[in-house]
């Protein structure tokens, strides 16, 4: 509770003093064209409509009976807070809330819409993709199924016992990367990407980075770094791992829970390889593989990855690439040598399984709740058509936008 109140405090006073500081400069603005436009004085009054009604909603929120001398956080938040209530499934809300709530609902419906073979593709696919979201009934049918086929097909989950398929003398990091990348999205270990190159904005470059963390999605790189200071989270890490694992089938068995320790433990030694600064580093794919003593084909994997998008594309060894922090290349590549090729896969697997898990069934989401609410205190999950029209939205931005436009702006 603490943390929500910090939250709700912090975000309101930051919302309160741009909402001030948006008044003063356009009373500011508005002053400077009064004084310079001659003829008959006007008084420097707000009387617009618009500023009227913003007046009064900046004055609503404020507890006038409050001295601001003895509680500033009373007289400036008093209102808001008397004619607001928290949803359960919020850290903080505030006016952008509002706002995006409206929007959520207005994205509802038309996603909810049935659009006919003569609307756009990209409309079709969205909705059609928004109704699989939220059609519970089947996604339970199905069961966890699709995630055991994803696993199979990038290399299977050994956490997961004989069934899957795993052989430790075939599996190949190299291999199982590309595959994770191309098949699931997810990219466990290394990331790589093509955007502007930051030292000359014209050309576009591949660039291999650290993979980010996600809010929600496992613990961070600073809970891996003073693990005694994270007990909690991480007892729900391991929780989450285990109620994960046996929903796909694995036993519960020492196996399972030394496969489980060796995940965190590969966890805890990637993040603190990734304590070094993020640099900018041009080099060949020829020098790439030379930084990480040749033991990975850099251009192999690039190659890979990107023939999926178009037959095409071919790097050659002398074509520049930017790595964002080599000396994490060095030392992972490195720690990926050494480290046994069940750890290696039981990580990826689970990276994935991270990733998509609440893609499935409710009793996944629920598993995940219990473990987001470690951080977040939130009482209750997002409902799911909000998820999904969140989900959509981020990886469909600009179909969603389309469809706001024609409804609002036509
Ligand atoms: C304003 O503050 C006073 C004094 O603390 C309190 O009694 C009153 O209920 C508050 N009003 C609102 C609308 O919050
Ligand atoms: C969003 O807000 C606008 C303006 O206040 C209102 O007309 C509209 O009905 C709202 N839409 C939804 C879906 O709540
Ligand atoms: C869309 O079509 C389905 C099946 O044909 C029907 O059950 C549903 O009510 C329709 N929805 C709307 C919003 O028209
Ligand atoms: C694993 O692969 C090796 C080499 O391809 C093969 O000889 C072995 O039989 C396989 N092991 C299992 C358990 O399938
Ligand atoms: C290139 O990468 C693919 C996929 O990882 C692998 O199967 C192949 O053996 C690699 N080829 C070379 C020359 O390294
Ligand atoms: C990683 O590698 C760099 C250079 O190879 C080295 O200086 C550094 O100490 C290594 N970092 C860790 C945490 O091992
Ligand atoms: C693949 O790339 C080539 C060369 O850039 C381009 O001409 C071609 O249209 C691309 N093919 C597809 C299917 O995008």
């Known amino acids: 509770m603490a943390h929500r109140h910090y939250f709700r405090v912090t975000l309101l006073s930051i919302s309160l003093i741009a909402f001030i500081l948006i008044v003063i400069i356009l009373y500011a603005r508005h002053k400077s064209t009064i004084q310079t436009t001659p003829g008959p004085t006007v008084p420097l009054l ?7 009604s913003a007046g009064m909603a900046l004055k609503a929120n404020l507890n006038e009976s409050v001295d601001p001398c003895h509680d500033f956080y009373a007289f400036a938040c008093g209102g808001w807070e008397a004619s607001h209530t928290l949803p359960d499934d919020k850290m903080w809300y ?41 059609d519970e009934e089947t996604r339970n049918a199905r069961g966890v ?4 086929e994803m696993l199979n097909t990038v290399g299977s989950w050994p956490i997961l016992g004989q069934s899957g398929g795993y052989n430790e003398t075939e599996f190949d990091w190299k291999d199982a990367f590309v595959k994770h990348v191309i098949i699931s999205k997810s990219s466990p270990v290394f990331a790589l990407s093509v955007s502007g190159d930051s ?9 291999f980075s650290r993979p980010t963390d996600f809010r929600g999605s496992g613990l961070h790189r600073s809970h891996f770094l003073n693990p ?6 991480f007892r729900g890490y391991v929780k989450y791992m285990l109620q994960s694992a046996l929903l796909l089938g694995a036993e519960y068995s020492t196996q399972t829970k030394i496969d489980i320790d060796n995940i965190v433990e590969f966890e805890t030694k990637l993040a603190q390889l990734s304590q070094t600064g993020v640099f ?6 020829k020098m790439f593989n030379e930084m990480t003593d040749n033991s990975v084909d850099w251009m192999n994997i690039t190659n890979t990855v990107y023939k999926e998008l178009n037959e095409t594309i071919r790097m050659k060894s002398d074509d520049l690439v930017i790595v964002e922090d080599n000396c994490y290349y060095m030392n992972v ?12 896969a ?11 898990g609440s893609h499935t069934t409710k009793q996944f989401r629920d598993i995940r709740f219990k473990f987001y609410q470690l951080f977040t205190e939130v009482e209750k999950d997002v409902e799911l058509w909000r998820s999904c029209t969140a989900s959509i939205s981020s990886q469909l931005p600009y179909v969603l936008s389309l469809l706001y436009v024609d409804q609002h702006f036509t």
């Open 280 to 285: 900018y580093e041009k080099v060949s794919f």
């Open 199 to 207: 030292m000359n904005s014209l050309v576009n470059r591949i660039h």
């Open 94 to 134: 505030n006016n952008f809330n509002i706002l995006d709530d409206n929007v959520s609902h207005s994205m509802r419906m038309s996603l909810s819409k049935n659009w006919s073979t003569s609307d756009s593709n990209a409309v079709t696919y969205a909705s059609d993709l928004y109704k699989a979201c939220i």
């Open 46 to 52: 707000c009387q617009s409509p618009v500023c009227i």
């Open 346 to 356: 039981n990580y990826f697997g689970w990276k994935l399984v991270m990733n998509l």
């Open 228 to 233: 005694h200071d994270y007990i909690n989270y």
């Open 145 to 148: 199924t699709p995630l055991i």
């Open 333 to 344: 590549t490195q720690l990926l040598t050494t480290t046994p090729n069940r750890v290696i």
